[in-house]
């Protein structure tokens, strides 16, 4: 066999690589790089971090991480540990995202792009105190031509401050004992207080106590905004002739999102924290009669939920609610999902994406898939169950707690499969379920002290549950003497008195003590 000259093999050897570049370009490329401003942020903390493309500033891309419609962003997420100064996060086309799963597929054009750094374990909002986010930055993003953008976190949502009090608005913030236990760090629990008109003409005078509890995630500031000028609440609340309350607003916020307050697994014992320690400081210092029969429940929505709830687990510390719209109090129909019998969350039996909400002509508005998946976007570790919104706060105050310390998931994010063995660990907050287990117990004690609306139209399909609990309620025995009433036509939010009438029949409740 002939041998090649030493020096021509050498150089047909070189010749390949003199016609290929060392560092090839790939225009396809495109990725994001976040860092942390040195004077912002004083640790490394873990958390989640998103980039948001919007297209436009108003608001701001960060805040509208949340919405599930045609006028969601398109948003990256990814869980980071030990971000901070000094560090570098990257985004890319293998990144989590929503609503475009593969965010190459994004339609080139202008963006304005944001980053946000989700931290504060306390608080699961997305303006939480210490979060950090960088301030909007317009861009071409065009994945088939790639780019190399850098942001910098160089703004911190600042420090909680109780708002500024009034002579009838006040504020109140401490510490739970129970909760600081739990998650072993402190705890706390914040809320409104809004005074009866004329409160300081008799210090001796006490008041009933009107517990009041807001939609998801209605925080305790809601005080301020029920009481703005020439508002229906505040020309109420200041007629002369109006019955006299002192007003507790609850927050919804806690560090699985809405802690719904009820002791559970995930959330730790929130209702005994607020029957144990919120609500005799608050009436030990604003004057409240602090006595069974002059403490009332409200709420709407969720807070029809949990005011509800709370009657039924602190049968004898209530003397009533007021429920609108409650979220499911019965499991078989959780929305339109029986979690005891359906096997997936996200079809129907006839094969179809199932509903989430319709208008009230019927339409369809969302469906569970789409909305689960704007959680998962949201949540940690890519799952809704972390996702401090509707369906992660379910599955955080229903459900049991895993090894890890986490929310077990009552369905498997992607697939919507149902995990049964899950769902029987959930029957403790079937509402209808704990009243018909125990109403020989239970039935004396509420007797007279439920009132629950609920449209027929409701958008979120909660008057399917009303009427399984009805059922039971309206045969109960002894019977339950209370109120149970729908508006036909009616959508969620719905209620069938005006609020000075609630207010009477409070008033009357607790003078037939």
Not at 32 to 44: D, G, L
Not at 172 to 180: H, R, T
Not at 332 to 361: C, K, M, T, W
Not at 364 to 387: C, F, I, P, Q
Request: glycine share 8%.
């Amino acid at each position: 066999m002939n041998k090649l000259n030493p020096l021509l093999g050498f150089l047909l050897c070189l010749a390949p690589l003199a016609a290929r570049p060392a560092n090839p370009p790939n225009p396809t490329v495109w990725q994001f790089e976040v860092t942390v401003k040195n004077s912002v942020a004083a640790s490394a903390k873990d958390g989640r971090l998103f980039i948001i493309l919007a297209k436009t500033t108003n608001p701001e891309p960060r805040l509208t991480l949340d919405r599930t419609g045609l006028d969601a962003p398109q948003v990256l997420a990814r869980d980071l540990k030990g971000f901070g100064p000094g560090a570098v996060a990257v985004a890319d086309a293998s990144t989590f995202a929503f609503p475009i799963a593969n965010p190459s597929g994004v339609p080139a054009g202008d963006y304005f792009v944001q980053a946000l750094f989700d931290s504060n374990a306390d608080l699961r909002l997305r303006d939480a105190p210490g979060n950090l986010y960088s301030k909007p930055k317009k861009i071409h993003f065009d994945p088939a031509q790639g780019g190399d953008w850098k942001l910098e976190l160089t703004e911190q949502v600042p420090a909680e401050r109780l708002p500024a009090e009034t002579a009838q608005i006040k504020f109140i913030n401490i510490q739970s004992k129970l909760l600081s236990h739990f998650y072993n760090r402190p705890i706390f629990l914040r809320a409104g207080i809004l005074l009866p008109r004329d409160y300081d003409r008799d210090p001796s005078r006490r008041y009933p106590l009107w517990v009041r509890i807001g939609g998801l995630d209605t925080r305790y500031t809601d005080v301020l905004s029920v009481m703005a000028k020439n508002s229906e609440f505040a020309n109420t609340w200041q007629a002369g002739d109006t019955p006299r309350l002192i007003l507790l607003q609850l927050d919804g916020a806690g560090p699985n999102g809405d802690p719904y307050y009820v002791n559970s697994a995930n959330n730790g014992p929130f209702g005994d924290a607020l029957v144990q320690e919120l609500i005799p400081q608050v009436e030990a210092r604003f004057r409240a009669l602090g006595q069974p029969h002059a403490r009332f429940l409200s709420g709407v929505s969720t807070g029809g939920w949990v005011s509800f709830a709370l009657q039924v687990f602190y049968p004898d510390f209530f003397n009533g609610t007021w429920s609108s719209c409650p979220d499911p109090v019965d499991f078989r129909a959780l929305e339109l999902v029986n979690i005891y019998q359906d096997d997936y969350a996200y079809v129907n039996s006839f094969g179809n994406d199932r509903p989430s909400e319709r208008n009230l002509n019927g339409d369809v508005m969302l469906t569970m898939r789409r909305e689960v998946a704007v959680e998962n976007l949201l949540g940690r570790g890519d799952s809704y169950t972390l996702s401090g919104e509707q369906w992660g706060d379910w599955n955080a105050v229903f459900g049991p707690r895993g090894a890890d310390g986490l929310p077990v998931p009552l369905w498997d994010p992607q697939t919507g499969k149902i995990n049964h063995a899950v769902a029987e660990q959930w029957k403790k907050y079937d509402l209808r379920m704990v009243l018909e287990q125990n109403w020989p117990t239970l039935g004396p004690k509420l007797r007279g002290k439920i009132h629950i609306a609920a449209g027929e139209a409701d958008g979120y399909f909660l008057n399917n549950a009303v009427h399984l609990l009805d059922k039971f309620l309206a045969s109960a025995n002894p019977p339950f003497e209370g109120k149970i009433v729908y508006g036909m036509g009616k959508g969620h939010g719905w209620f069938d008195l005006s609020l000075r009438q609630m207010f009477d029949e409070m008033q009357a409740a607790a003078s037939a003590k």
